[in-house]
């Protein structure tokens, strides 16, 4: 089975942190770039982070730089997203997706990402 398996979200109030974490299970890590997206209620799923296959080259959202670290441990099949000074506006669905070729991932579009996890909601509030 080919899965993406999204952990660690939940209630944080502004200001605190969260470890994100996708497990990544039926294929091979290193062969895919891996991106982070969340969805907003009411708004377009949008891309926060993106990592190489083998971790060499990251991206962020302009909406997260300084704030969130991406980072990938492939023997253990499992790409990290550490979210510290959390605002409300990082509030929504978090989604991993595995992007074979990298293209979607690096420039943060949905498109043609090849495989997503069913996503963690994270609440960031008061």
């Known amino acids: 089975q080919l899965q993406l398996v999204e952990s660690g979200g939940g209630l944080v109030q502004p200001g605190g942190s969260l470890r994100l974490s996708c497990g990544v299970s039926?294929?091979?890590?290193?062969?895919?770039?891996i991106g982070w997206f969340r969805q907003a209620p009411g708004k377009e799923r949008e891309g926060v982070s993106c990592?190489?296959?083998?971790?060499?080259?990251?991206t962020y959202a302009d909406s997260v730089k300084g704030r969130f670290t991406i980072s990938r441990d492939n023997a253990k099949n499992t790409v990290y997203l550490q979210m510290n000074s959390l605002k409300p506006e990082d509030t929504g669905v978090y989604y991993c997706?595995?992007?074979?070729?990298?293209?979607?991932?690096?420039?943060?579009?949905?498109?043609?990402?090849?495989?997503w996890g069913k996503g963690t909601l994270v609440t960031v509030s008061s």
């Open positions: 039926g294929f091979t890590l290193d062969r895919y770039s």
């Open positions: 990592i190489s296959n083998r971790g060499g080259s990251t």
């Open positions: 997706g595995a992007d074979f070729y990298g293209s979607s991932c690096v420039r943060g579009v949905s498109s043609g990402i090849d495989l």
